[in-house]
């Protein structure tokens, strides 16, 4: 019985730590410049296809792989801001949503000229059986994801509350005529937080590609779980983010376990929407901070 | 500006020439094919045999000299779209038969419109209902083998191992519910129960948990119902779990390609596969060898990858569609006659057909052989 629970939860985290990774990729554009970028699932098939383009058709080394991604998908996001989002005369938020929409759509039409319509893979980053807790198995990579999710989320808080670019990058989401005003140049910073968000997008698909495999049209689905991932925790919230994408995994597993399967995705959008009714700034984001919102 | 000048004259040269050359009037058929869309990896090698064998037929003479003229709609894996493209071949084209369209759903949708143009359609779906109840169906036929086919080679070769308890975890596409029905139906038939019965989502990443539930309800046997990357997650979690018992997969799981995808964990999975992905293991003089081997080799020879049963679907229903029209010429009413009667012992790429009023696909569970991985290759199990 235990042992079927772990199995569950285990499912949960393996699942839940991907939306995490998502939302959190979600939130930096977020908190930069108020638009929500529904590219940020592409970003996460970009890092997954590169990386397999990287390692397994080049055949660089690991480490090599791993940074030539991470470029490439900084140059995309990069890319993407400088011709999309910056030409724009009046720069409107939903109109930059909407573009992103565009974007999105461009590039999984990019993805499936270039890669193809079938899914890749690439061998998980360490060898070896899955490790066996109480009868319950978790594959080495699941715990590789949840690092990786655990390293983003320090190195964002860190960046974001302590250096002084994401200390500018969050006065620019505040006020931009204020940040301006001090002397932010805050058309660097979005494309800064576009860059950003693209590199840990493409970081959570490195990760996962080994178990969920990658294809073109991934983003999608990717997208609409990590964005309940972040609304669940309040938009904005990395935390709230991260605690947001695992109870959503963990809810779906369980729902799958012990109700049934066919339910899982239902289950976890009805509680999202129940949070969403009781706490409407979500699980970690106060009253106050929703009403400062723009969007 | 001169090239595009240039490209166009030489064209107009070309197209002038091959008219010169072939003064008979084309055969015009139609193709309804899922090119672009959620369905295109079944749209795409379809499309491809088409315009392989309209250029290997026409090199070779055409069909009694009338060059073959096969004009491709893409169908963008939608049913509207697939009824105004068919509308469109049969009133602007008047093409002689339809192809396609790949999925049942776009099938359906085209039911009646054939049966009032009096045209004939050869489905390359795979749903029952397409051709079923066949008196509703007069002008509709259909290559793809029937899922309860697929289920009975799976549910003889379970039986024949002494399993009777059964999972089945299937997706939840038009795909996976059409063989849920199709296991659910046929299982009392052979004594087998069905003890869990699980879905996932078509871009799923993980289902340990549907996989645990079945292992703790206690069954011999795990059936996965599935096309596209989820038949992969599936194995790859079946072998991260040792769940101890085999995995069967539905005909979807027939391309190397899933091999190479799920590594190691493949090994041991079952399968019953259309002859196509196994022609080389199969005995010399069987039937459909010589064909499957030309058909593959020229196939992978031109586009660099493996045609998959789908593109088989689509060259079954070519070749019969142009012998009926070298035997009977272009007469609606008569090629549709020919194939209903004179389809008997036809091999194809999809199984030995044995077309009938009653029956317009014509293949049955022998169209199947069941098929296990072992290093990394198929194996046929006797």
């Known amino acids: 019985m235990l042992t079927v629970f772990l199995q569950f939860l285990f499912s949960g985290l393996t699942v839940g730590a991907v939306y995490a990774l998502v939302g959190i990729g979600f939130n930096i554009t977020y908190n930069a410049t108020s638009i929500i970028n529904l590219a940020q699932g592409e970003f996460v098939v970009i890092g997954g296809l590169m990386m397999w383009f990287f390692s397994e058709s080049l055949h660089l080394p690991f480490l090599v792989s791993v940074v030539c991604t991470i470029g490439s998908a900084g140059l995309v996001g990069l890319l993407m801001e400088r011709l999309t989002i910056k030409p724009l005369k009046q720069p409107d938020l939903l109109l930059m949503i909407m573009i992103t929409i565009a974007v999105s759509i461009v590039l999984r039409g990019i993805l499936m000229f270039s890669f193809g319509k079938e899914p890749y893979v690439y061998p998980a980053f360490t060898e070896g059986d899955p490790i066996s807790v109480s009868g319950a198995i978790i594959q080495q990579q699941t715990l590789w994801v949840i690092g990786i999710t655990g390293f983003c989320i320090v190195g964002l808080f860190v960046f974001f509350k302590r250096t002084i670019i994401g200390k500018a990058m969050r006065a620019c989401a505040v006020n931009t005529a204020a940040a301006s005003l001090v002397g932010i140049n805050v058309s660097r910073m979005v494309m800064l937080s576009f860059v950003l968000s693209a590199v840990v997008g493409a970081i959570g698909g490195m990760a996962i590609t080994p178990i969920s495999l990658m294809e073109y049209d991934k983003g999608p689905m990717l997208a609409v779980k990590g964005f309940c991932a972040a609304i669940m925790g309040g938009l904005g919230s990395n935390r709230g983010a991260v605690i947001g994408g695992f109870i959503i995994g963990i809810l779906e597993s369980m729902t799958a376990g012990y109700i049934h399967s066919g339910l899982k995705d239902a289950v976890a959008l009805i509680i999202l929407l129940l949070i969403l009714f009781l706490r409407p700034a979500g699980l970690f984001v106060s009253k106050t901070m929703l009403d400062l919102r723009k969007f | 500006m001169r090239t595009v000048l240039s490209v166009m004259i030489a064209a107009f040269c070309i197209v002038s020439l091959s008219v010169g050359a072939q003064a008979k009037e084309p055969f015009k058929i139609g193709a309804l094919f899922a090119v672009t869309g959620p369905a295109s990896f079944l749209g795409e090698p379809e499309k491809n045999t088409a315009i392989m064998l309209q250029e290997q037929i026409n090199k070779a003479g055409g069909i009694n000299g009338h060059p073959l003229e096969i004009i491709i709609e893409d169908t963008k894996s939608d049913e509207t779209q697939a009824v105004l493209s068919a509308k469109k071949l049969l009133e602007n084209d008047n093409v002689l038969a339809i192809i396609g369209p790949s999925t049942t759903g776009e099938s359906m949708a085209l039911v009646p419109i054939m049966n009032n143009a009096n045209t004939l359609l050869m489905s390359c779906a795979a749903g029952a209902p397409i051709t079923q109840p066949v008196k509703d169906r007069y002008w509709i036929f259909k290559t793809p083998q029937y899922d309860v086919s697929a289920v009975e080679a799976i549910f003889g070769h379970m039986k024949k191992q002494g399993i009777a308890k059964v999972g089945i975890i299937t997706i939840s596409t038009g795909f996976g519910d059409a063989g849920r029905k199709a296991l659910v139906e046929m299982a009392p038939q052979y004594g087998i129960t069905i003890v869990a019965d699980e879905k996932y989502g078509p871009k799923d990443s993980d289902m340990t948990t549907q996989l645990t539930k079945i292992k703790a309800a206690g069954a011999q046997a795990v059936i996965n119902w599935s096309v596209g990357p989820g038949q992969v997650v599936v194995t790859k979690n079946w072998d991260a779990l040792k769940m101890g018992i085999p995995l069967y997969q539905s005909h979807g799981w027939g391309s190397k390609k899933n ?57 079954d229903a070519i070749m019969m569609l142009v012998e009926a029209m070298k035997k009977v010429g272009p007469d609606k009413k008569k090629i549709r006659d020919y194939i209903e009667t004179n389809i008997k012992n036809w091999a194809g790429t999809g199984g030995i057909f044995n077309m009938s009023p009653n029956d317009h696909c014509g293949l049955d569970k022998t169209a199947f052989e069941m098929v296990v991985v072992k290093n990394g290759d198929w194996e046929i199990l006797k």
């Open chain 2, 259 to 315: 091999i190479e995808l799920a590594g190691k964990a493949a090994e041991g999975v079952i399968a019953p596969l259309g002859r196509l992905v196994v022609w080389e293991k199969l005995p010399d003089g069987h039937p459909q060898k010589a064909l499957l081997k030309k058909y593959t080799q020229d196939y992978e020879a031109r586009y660099k990858s493996e045609p998959g049963t789908f593109g088989g679907h689509a060259y």
